[in-house]
């Protein structure tokens, strides 16, 4: 029963079957490996996208910070919202990379309203050498809570930021979530929807480590191989990471793993649901949930070796405070498991 | 017949299998995996250092990069010589992660003096705050043209980093070949000559990709964490780089496969003395050769498939120039390929 | 009438005749100069500070950002209010000089309470390696809203710093005025109320750009040193900002002058709020006053030549319209000018 | 007698005067003043360049590494010699402003050869990423051992770099020196010789601090703008760097200053040929002499009061030792001063 994070789960079969396979023999280092070429093929084709510069990386927080690095001049603002991984989670990342560009925070929590983007844009003066300067818009999705921006939202908020002409960037980390949400292709959701660039993540749904940048516009492309290099991120044998994001988007692979977490998730909620005293905080769209449980339903699960995340102590006096927790399903997450959770909470 | 790079080999089988093995259940993320556990203590164990500070990356330009940011202030010059890969081959990555530290370059090629080094040390007068400061020697074992310093050499330019309070790294990208070559113990070859930090290479060894950033001294832990994630390089399935190392480790897999790599190119080396017109460049100590061929042999082998580093062009009147080339042998090299390799230059 | 900044005023004639006196025969360079030794021992006096670090730069920006450089690693994030000059008036130079830094906002406005501090440092978990850690908080004094925090409130905030063993600057490019509004020593309102570095402005108060830099912990002062040449904001002309600086020290210039300044503001404060249609917005403390006219009023003024910080636009229809200004007295605002100005606005 | 440095002088009653005639009234402020708008014409027609890009700093440091930041990515490698300022005496000034650029060293001493550039870039293989790309080319003029590159000698390099598509940037501390040595104009020295951008220096020939960077191209205009900002460089009452540049450009004061400091340098070489035991190590061209002298003539110097730059010590057994010095003339040394230096000398 394990539901701390998506990054805790092993690799899919068919990932370590692809890995093995490219472990004969001599490859072409540094991304001249012929697997390489066909990743690249195929996520051409999965974005409909023929002239798109692919490169791959082994952490999200390596394809966020580079790919920013390319659109995000150092005197330069990133918008994004204040619970963004970017502004959360990567340790000043994206300011190393970009050499000092600001992240100026949108909305209140996970998910910004065009309302919101534009008062952020809007507060920094256009062209004045005192301020930061306006630059890129960074989207999650799904969002660090959740959610999944509908279509519609997404192409308001690129609408938006290209009458400001700023780039629009996704961090894809769980784009393949989104999809299943979403039910759309992968170009409905990206440059059909304004976003310039992404991530799109393998790690979490099914790889090792491993996470495929994407821009649209291939004059990025030089930029971005200097910038892997120079950040240490480019691979000598790189076919381990090409290999890996074939396994992934070999037979739709990717589509299928991530179906199944988000299906998992919403067997998970519509179990806690019927919890006495739980409380679902987020309406999980995608493979995350975040719920509150009384103390004693906790400290049940806890006992039971349930693991997840915690947000307050099992310490305390009164066994029916709700405390608050974060839920994640992984592609390997079983019904059994599931059920055996719900189980336990609801006793 | 393919001798271009230590990089472009497959991983070993127990590698491999080490990977396979960790790819079962939950493991908590961002190295926090009981599989890292088993490496750091065997990599203690081996380097006799109870109390060091070990750290896996995916790459080599990442372990000197980010251990070099620790050691050198970005006011300070990192000393090494005009062949050190951290020079040549890194597109800045040690001046992007150090935020600007220059490389002086000490002595005219692979290996320095102490008489070089002094020199170099000595040119930037000290306390003069308009010149670089003195900071880091970074040496490399075995070097990027496949020499090997003695345990006498190293003592000899350590002492003198001592005198002048100077840290010492060393580029272990191939620190296996170093000890095969030396006989000598980890312990000896590091911090009983005098090293403060290095990278243990894997990637060029046998692995998919994965080193060891090792510091004796502890105290550089914490920011050393902080630069990891700061650069995108702590990995959250962090499982598949210990799997990776602890494959490497047991059974002293390392020191084996460095053995085989060696005796190749010994094997090789051997064989070229016996080439019409084939003149060595270097004394290989370990697994790599610098030698000359005349162009009409390097054309035989290129007919027959043969695939290495070659510093010059195949094209020309002259069929009995010599052109310089490169060829490195990994641990998957055969007795086999090799003395094909020698029966078509001989013909 | 010219009330847009303290930035476009003249120099006092004292100021000038020091660097007059200085310019004779041949000094030291790179602030060897016997002028800067005679500052130094006059700051530390002023501040009860004997073994404090004094440095001189040409900018309230190059004071910010080198001293926050020097107090806040990359990875840390500086505490300070969204309305802060280092947030929104200096095009990033914080975090270009830091390598990095975030700028955490705390509270909404120009002065920041403990519990909003607490809050803002409590944001970011200690010792997770995934977030910003915990770095210097940094107040300003007089605020850039033209408010003075007492000494009460300052010690309340350095208090809280301190308890989580956060290092506390303050931005003094209105220090004096807020000396003069205080009727404080400057070592009651630093060190003795827990602040560890400060600039200490001069340029906005009757100099022509010269702005000290104190660390009451002289062990920062090597560090400062390299920062600041590496940032090219070492004079090799030293003489002429220490003779500044000079002339700004001797017989407490800068105490009259801020003295005069805030006069002047509390002048036009006592004028604007005799004219019809007037409102306030801050309560004037020392040299800056934020006030609303209606348009009509400002379009008078307007014509008469007044020019100060017009927040809107004078085109409109409703003469009635509040507009929001900003008036700020330096040094050489003389009475007449300011009984003009609300003479012109009475009418 | 006062041989150490340019950097020691005082500034020209003229500069000083123009000063003191823009410290009266309101000005705009961050560069808007109508004195910078005449300097910006005055170095447009002395430059016969209308449409250049042209802007004032403090200092030389920051006048080089802010156009070399403009002109080199982080990844490029920015070619230089061994001696120039930027590689010598910057603390890494131009490493911190590019991001992590880094200098090739080009030839061995103050001044670079068409081969030896040549030599020096081919040394960067061309599109591979994981080398230094290639970058701009810096120049300096008066070079940093007082030599002057000749007119032909600059196009040669310029030509040679045009053809690798590099621009060409000229460290003009001693600008004014070199033009009094070649007697030519501006132009032919700089945009018609090649150079794409340049500093023109002030504080070493007759002001306090100032130095003008000059852009042909005024595509480079608002980069510099926001990379002087966020350096902390931009300064708020800009006026007095204006005023200092207007001085020195009115009635052609810095060709005059500058042809007195050249004399006096002629002078004082001529002198030194007499003194026995005198060498001189360079021809000076400018203001800027390297000779050796006895050491008994030294401490005869010393003992009078002469200051100036002793490459070595007084100590010593042996009176006739020969020991280096360098000296340099500014705009203020007078005859007397000279003949009074050599007739100790020649005791």
Known sequence: MFFASDNCGPAHPAVMQAVSDANTGYHPSYGDDAVMAEVRSLIRNQFEAPEAAVYLVATGTAANALALSVLAQPWQTIFCTPLSHIQRDECHAPEFFTGGAKLSLVGEADKMTPDQLAAGIEDWVYGDVHVSQRGPVALTQVTEMGHVYSLNELNALTSLAKTYRLPVYLDGARFSNA?????????????????????????????????????????????????????????????????????????????????????????????????????????????????????????????????????????GDDPQEAISMRLVCDWSITDELIDRFIDIAKV
Not at 224 to 251: C, I, N, T, V
Not at 255 to 266: G, Q, V, Y
Not at 299 to 310: E, I, K, S
């Open 179 to 315: 999809i299943a949400a979403l039910g759309c292709t992968p170009a409905e959701m990206t440059w059909r929807a304004g976003i310039d660039a992404l991530s799109f993540g393998g790690t979490k749904n099914g790889c090792m480590g491993v996470e495929a940048v994407i821009f649209f516009d291939p004059k990025h492309a030089w930029e971005f191989e200097l910038r892997r290099k120079r950040a240490a991120h480019l691979f000598s044998k790189h076919r381990y990471l090409s290999a890996q994001m074939l396994g992934y988007l070999k037979d739709n692979l990717w589509r299928e793993t991530a179906a199944h977490a988000n299906a998992a998730a919403a067997r998970l909620t519509a179990g806690l649901r019927e919890v006495p005293g739980a409380t679902l905080l987020n309406d999980p769209q995608a493979n995350m949930i975040f719920a509150t449980l009384p103390r004693a339903v906790h400290q049940r699960l806890h006992d039971a070796g349930a693991v997840y995340g915690l947000h307050g102590t099992l310490k």
